[in-house]
């Protein structure tokens, strides 16, 4: 009897291989079918769209899909994943018009969204429907970042302005008064270059952003670049009593527009002197690395937390609101200089300790030079030289978001500390972050 049961037990199962067979190949015969009934033509044309392609029959099977409707996820065995597209493809069979839905996909056991998508979906003769899908993801983070923008720009722009009404209003409650005329005519001067610069620095930066690369370079000395940035900082600096110390070597070149790295200098160095107390120094020196040129500024300012220095290079961001009021930063200036040296090729590294000091460097492609002797034989005292061998981590941002390597930066003596003269604490038992722009 066991016997005899084992062998009918058996006997079903093979007839359920067979008919499983049998099922599959009646199936792939059917798609086969169904797709040689498609509109002559239809399935060449759905292999150059750049759009991810689907082709549904009457019985809301896939007949056809391309590569990329698979990658997206649209497509589950001979079905349709998303239910929701389903409903949609059945409303255009039945009413025979066009329509146009959008997805958001998220990631498993998660609300946050991992790819935004746009489909439109058309009758494909008159038995099939199509669906071409379009990945607006980044499409979508580029308007938020446009978005964000617009509303950075409103409020920045709306208090000097605001102010200046104020101060009108104030000029003319006082027009007897010629001393306080005097003091709100100062004020309202100031709000006036601050609203100046902001409007500037927005057209600066809006110029290297449309831009992959310089539309006129040259090669340029770095010590003219250097030297230039240097002299057009210094009239901030010397109403601070701070000193710029400034020796870069004379025989390195590199590729590039001249006023736009010198103006990635300059605000680098300019940046240094507002957040640095009165009396201290600015250190600016150049170093030749495996081929590239590192241009480093170093103060002895308030320094950044590692949540600063992760975000520093953002539009906007200022590490001390009040501080940028009293200077009349417009918490852009970081930001034209990473998408500047970007242009160029290069990169920006900032390392930093919060009540110590900030160090940052740009680095860039050495075009030529004519002697390649290190620059740190010739940095002046004061000078802090990153170098960028010493890796030990990574942290990064990329627009407007962080990845990289800490470096641990290095004076002249080469044994990690800093020269003579610039802060110790700058450098000992500390991290260097790298910002890769």
């Not at 797709?35 to 689907?54: F, K, Q, R, T, Y």
């Not at 099977?61 to 239910?83: C, E, I, Q, W």
């Not at 009239?235 to 009593?241: I, Q, Y």
């Amino acid at each position: 009897m066991a016997v005899l049961t084992g062998v009918v037990g058996l006997g079903l199962g093979i007839a359920g291989i067979l008919a499983f067979r049998f099922s599959e190949r009646s199936r792939d015969a059917a798609d086969l079918h169904s797709e040689d009934d498609l509109p002559e033509g239809i399935a060449e044309v759905l292999a150059v769209l750049p759009s991810a392609a689907i082709v549904i029959d009457a019985g809301d099977d896939v007949v056809k899909a391309s590569p990329a409707a698979y990658t997206f996820g649209l497509v589950r065995g001979h079905s349709l994943a998303s239910p929701e597209m389903l409903r949609v493809v059945g409303r255009v069979r039945a009413r025979g018009l066009i329509e146009e839905i959008d997805l958001e996909q998220t990631r498993e056991n998660s609300e946050s969204v991992l790819r935004y998508l746009h489909a439109r979906v058309a009758p494909l003769g008159t038995s099939f429907v199509l669906v071409l899908c379009d990945d607006q993801t980044e499409s979508k983070r580029v308007d938020a970042v446009r978005r964000d923008f617009v509303a950075n720009v409103s409020h920045e722009l709306k208090t000097p302005i605001g102010a200046m009404a104020l101060l009108a209003e104030a000029v003319t409650d006082f027009a007897d008064d010629p001393a306080a005329v005097e003091r709100f005519g100062g004020r309202m001067q100031r709000e006036s270059k601050r609203l100046t610069q902001l409007v500037q620095e927005i057209i600066d930066l809006s110029r290297v952003q449309d831009h992959a690369a310089p539309a006129t370079t040259e090669k340029i000395s770095v010590a003219e670049v250097v030297d230039d940035a240097a002299d057009r900082a210094r009239t901030g600096a010397e109403g601070k009593n701070i000193h710029i110390e400034v020796s870069p070597p004379s025989d390195l070149l590199i590729e590039g527009n001249y006023e736009l790295l010198v103006n990635a200098v300059r605000n680098l160095i300019d940046n240094a002197v507002n957040y640095s107390p009165e009396g201290t120094r600015v250190g600016v020196g150049v170093d030749l690395v495996d081929e590239r040129i590192e241009i480093a500024v170093t103060d002895q300012g308030i320094g950044m937390s590692a949540q600063d220095t992760e975000r520093v290079f953002e539009r906007f961001y200022r590490v001390d609101p009040a501080r940028s009021r009293i200077t009349g930063g417009t918490g852009l200036g970081l930001s034209i200089v990473k998408h500047i040296i970007a242009t160029h090729g290069g990169e920006v590294r900032v390392w930093s300790r919060l009540n110590k000091g900030s160090t940052f460097t740009i680095v860039l492609p050495l075009a030529g030079t004519a002697n390649e002797a290190s620059a740190t034989d010739s940095a002046p005292a004061g000078v802090l030289i990153e170098h960028s061998a010493d890796s030990t981590g990574t942290a990064s941002a990329d627009d407007d978001e962080p990845t990289g390597d800490n470096d641990a930066p290095a004076g002249d003596n080469g044994d990690g500390r800093a020269t003579a003269d610039a802060p110790k604490d700058l450098t000992e038992e500390s991290e260097q972050r790298k910002l890769t722009t």
